[in-house]
């Protein structure tokens, strides 16, 4: 008959212990499992945040500075009914008609004496060549848009893509993507060149599309 020799508690002892170094050594991976991903979050968050204001950095900045803007002063701003020859082209002021140009957005030429009268009342008038490319031409038109007074038409005889103007002031550009143009609109509808602030840019002549 064989003979079965009982544990004895050391080797009991030894079991337990090789049984609980195990446990812990799952214990200790499965934290370090956890400490390594909150770290890869965690880098992954700052590389999100980080990668892109490193490359807006490396972007050249927008030019939106208004220092080319050409000013005219001495400018009359009589009514009359008859055609007037302006020094400059388009006109930033002088005698114009006792009518202003409704502001908005026309696919045809205005007529200077109207405008002119608009720009009196601080609206900006955003011309462009008539040839303009159509994807350029909506872009100013969308510029026009939630304005009160920014009047937007072709100009035939430009000498730039777009000219932009507002009494005694004037920017020519050579795309209506260039940011001076929002720079332009924001810095001079009803601005201090104003000759009438607070004068409304509708009840005139013209019905725009906008």
Not at 37 to 57: Q, T
Not at 107 to 115: D, G
Not at 177 to 205: H, L, M, N, W
């Amino acid at each position: 008959m064989a003979t079965v020799t009982p544990d004895n508690s050391s080797n009991r002892r030894a079991r337990l212990a090789a049984l609980q170094a195990a446990d812990d050594r799952k214990k200790r991976r499965r934290r370090l499992i956890v400490i390594i991903g909150g770290v890869v979050a965690a880098l992954a968050v700052v590389a999100a945040i980080a990668i892109p204001l490193a490359l807006r950095a490396q972007q050249p900045k927008a030019d939106t500075s208004l220092d080319a803007v050409k000013q005219f002063s001495g400018l009359s701003n009589k009514h009359t009914t008859s055609s007037v020859s302006y020094p400059m082209s388009p006109p930033v002021g002088g005698d114009h008609d006792p009518t202003p140009q409704n502001c908005g957005v026309y696919t045809a030429p205005v007529r200077n004496e109207n405008a002119v009268h608009s720009l009196e009342h601080g609206a900006v008038w955003i011309t462009y060549t008539p040839d303009l490319a159509p994807d350029q031409v909506s872009v100013l038109q969308a510029d026009a848009k939630g304005h009160t007074h920014v009047l937007v038409s072709p100009y035939p005889g430009l000498g730039s893509a777009v000219v932009l103007n507002a009494w005694g002031l004037q920017l020519p550009v050579d795309s209506a993507s260039d940011p001076r143009v929002a720079a332009f609109i924001k810095t001079y509808e009803q601005g201090p060149q104003t000759p009438e602030p607070g004068a409304e840019c509708s009840g005139g002549t013209g019905t725009p599309l906008s």
